[in-house]
């Protein structure tokens, strides 16, 4: 499977997870992707930390506009009925608990459900963004991510990398799983189709319970 594939598969995955009403914001990369896979009959209202709300997607060529980019700078475009407004205002719907699920990709996740998205030390990045108050202001925090980095495990013990938010993620969905983050530790819920219980586990370093009623996820 292509990178491309994978990243398709887990947001088309993600977009179950949201229910007809939900304000969510994407974050940069592979969860914006969610955006293309929202299932029929379900109406969700995209927010974006630099003040809009009522993302509309990608414009066409030649019509992107300077004034209308999502919060990675990446043009995008506001429905009629959308809003935009400025930061702070943006903020306080955030940490005013107004968000119903935020999505973010990760560099690692841990069994406590602790998350580190924003720095590699040495590396040169523009900063966290507005990760820290989503991952706290959300009513639902989805991590969306490759299983693995190379093969390398992402869902760990204990993250080893600077962290963006202790203990608030809710669920991990990669190309392989669908893992729920309880207080009793991850619970593998579902399978992707061409995996096994057995894989996941050796490519997940943080111990796994595996639900009674595991479920299958088959690609469409």
Not at 53 to 66: N, Q, T, V
Not at 96 to 122: F, K, M, R, S
Not at 180 to 193: A, F, H, N, P, R
Request: proline letters at 4%; one cysteine or more.
């Amino acid at each position: 499977m292509s990178i491309s594939d994978v990243k398709k598969r887990i947001a088309k995955r993600v977009a179950l997870e949201l229910n007809d009403g939900d304000f969510v914001n994407l974050g940069i990369g592979l969860p914006t992707k969610v955006a293309n896979y929202i299932p029929s009959g379900v109406e969700v209202f995209f927010q974006s930390e630099n003040g809009m709300l009522c993302m509309g997607g990608i414009p066409k060529e030649g019509e992107e506009s300077f004034d209308i980019v999502d919060a990675g700078g990446q043009y995008s475009t506001l429905l009629p009925y959308g809003a935009a407004f400025d930061s702070s205002s943006s903020f306080t719907m955030i940490r005013g608990g107004h968000v119903d699920v935020c999505v973010l990709g990760t560099l690692q996740v841990d069994g406590e459900g602790n998350l580190a998205n924003w720095i590699i030390p040495g590396k040169i990045v523009p900063g966290m963004g507005g990760a820290m108050d989503l991952v706290t202001g959300a009513k639902k925090v989805i991590i969306a991510t490759t299983h693995t980095n190379k093969g390398k495990p992402k869902i760990l013990k204990k993250c080893t990398l600077p962290l963006t938010a202790v203990g608030q993620v809710d669920t991990i969905i990669t190309e392989l799983a669908v893992i729920e983050v309880t207080e009793d530790g991850l619970v593998l819920k579902e399978i992707s189709q061409d995996t096994t219980v057995e894989e996941v586990i050796k490519l997940t370093e943080a111990e796994l319970t595996v639900s009674e009623d595991i479920k299958v996820w088959k690609d469409e």
